[in-house]
């Protein structure tokens, strides 16, 4: 982080009355990652140390009116990045009662639908069966990659159990890509529920994902909490497609999990029946285990992919 921006965030949060509430948070994880004959690497190394550091700033106010205005913005340092030298695009909003306009770099719908990413596991928060295969927009923790001019405009709005979200995605509001491939607008819409009795229904829909023209995408997923202590979710994705060549197919995905006092455990078994590079199987699966430290974890996770190639991972990771 350079020195500009530490004096900058340290100015901010000595002038009191100018800013009403500033807050830095964030996540830290390190641990040894394995892929089977070194796919990861492009047959290199199997295993390899991956660590990720993020700070999050949350900046808000609150008028006489009552109106919230925030901004909020990350910095992300992967392994093999050079350094955490940039931020990301902030995300700018407002929220009053049940509703939060954001504008900006966005929490889309799709990618916000609360069921979408159940099935991840071990230190690495990754489902290699259950997560969603298709390209969508989401928030972008480090930059636009080359589409400075995205903007975003997302609405929220959260009643007791209910959340309906939508959003919409310029990749370049100058209009001087609107015939270029990857340029379309990308529209989302997501709605989660939950009952008292422990059922929660989520399900997500985008069109054009990541501005790719017909690259319609559908998410249904139930998640039920038995008691306290286990859980058991189904999730189904119609994962889209960019190119004719490439059939990414519709991903059914069974999984639960299991706590027992500090140690808890979670498994998956998926099946996809599309037709794409590289894959050679319809089933994945997955097993994790976490040990809850208080304020941190350690976890592992043993995962099967469609490639038919096994992946492991142990770590740690602590939150502040």
């Known amino acids: 982080m350079n020195k500009s921006v530490i004096a900058m965030a340290a100015l901010v949060l000595s002038t009191g009355g100018a800013v009403a509430d500033v807050k830095i948070s964030g996540f830290g994880r390190t641990g040894l990652f394995y892929y089977e004959n070194g796919h990861r690497t492009g047959g290199g190394n199997s295993t390899q140390v991956s660590s990720r550091l993020r700070f999050i700033v949350n900046a808000t106010t609150i008028t006489d009116s009552g109106v919230k205005f925030g901004a909020r913005f990350r910095w992300q340092w992967d392994q ?73 405009l997302a609405v929220e709005y959260e009643a007791g159990s209910l959340v ?33 009795n422990g059922l929660s229904l989520s399900t997500a829909a985008v069109f054009n994902g990541s501005g790719y023209k017909d690259n319609d995408q559908y998410f249904v997923g139930a998640q039920f909490a038995v008691n306290d202590n286990a859980r058991v979710g189904m999730n189904f994705i119609n994962n889209g497609s960019i190119t004719e060549s490439d059939d990414l197919g519709q991903t059914l995905v069974l999984y639960g999990n299991l706590a027992w006092k500090s140690v808890s455990f979670d498994a998956y078994v998926a099946n996809n029946d599309g037709d794409w590079s590289g894959k050679t199987t319809d089933q994945a699966y997955g097993i994790g285990v976490n040990y809850d430290l208080g304020g941190a974890r350690l976890a592992a996770s043993l995962q099967r992919d469609y490639s038919e190639l096994l992946s492991i991972d142990t770590g740690v990771r602590f939150s502040f």
């Open 80 to 152: 093999g990045d050079a350094a955490m030298s940039s931020g990301s695009p902030p995300s700018i909003y407002a929220a009053f009662d049940h509703v939060t306009v954001y504008v900006g770099n966005v929490p889309t719908a799709f990618d916000s639908a609360n069921l979408l990413k159940a099935s991840q596991m071990g230190i690495y928060d990754r489902s290699e069966g259950g997560d969603p295969l298709g390209d969508f927009f989401s928030f972008e923790n480090k930059s636009y990659r080359g589409r400075v001019n995205r903007v975003g």
């Open 164 to 196: 309906a979200r939508a959003s919409f995605v310029n990749p370049d509001q100058t209009g001087n890509n609107e015939d270029g491939i990857g340029f379309e607008e990308e529209l989302g819409a997501s709605l989660d529920y939950a009952w008292d």
